[in-house]
């Protein structure tokens, strides 16, 4: 599940037109060719691995949890429920913001039962977070001046949001 909600996270932003990441380093192409075989692959393993691997996939379903904690930590939000709420998104604003909130949500409730039920390698993947969530924080700004540069540059369908967006200085 952890695998399918962060397929579904970064195809949702490159269908509403705010690209994706890698993007802005490989090309929209190459980034959804990427992201598209690592899912079919990590998937496809999940429901094969022996337990010698159990440390690998909690590794994985770590990056997975650091993934949604950097969207949350990192970006404008609320609270709803008692959750976070992201109010806008690396372009995502108004009505197109809910699906991506929903889809945050549920890969962070897979990730946390990934790691739940994996319980030999349920220390990478709590460990993940630690190490990573800094890392994302700082590349995800990154990854965004660099895409809203290409999409005045090179706009296209995948970065149609962006356009409007004033580039960073």
Known sequence: MGTVGAAAHVFYELLSGVAMPLASRAGPRAAATFWAG???TAY???ARQPEARDNVFAALTGLY???VIAHFLGRPRTTRKGLPWL???EGLTGAIIAPSNVIL????AAAIRGLIENRRGRAWGALVPVVTVPWLLREQRREF???LVQAQEHPGWWNRRLRSRVTPA
């Not at 949500?105 to 962070?108: G, I, N, W």
Request: hydrophobic share 35%; glycine share 6%.
């Open 44 to 46: 496809h393993q999940a």
């Open 87 to 89: 109010t806008e998104c």
């Open 145 to 147: 001046g660099r895409l």
């Open 105 to 108: 949500h549920v890969s962070a």
């Open 65 to 67: 949890l650091s993934a």
């Open 38 to 40: 690592s899912t079919m």
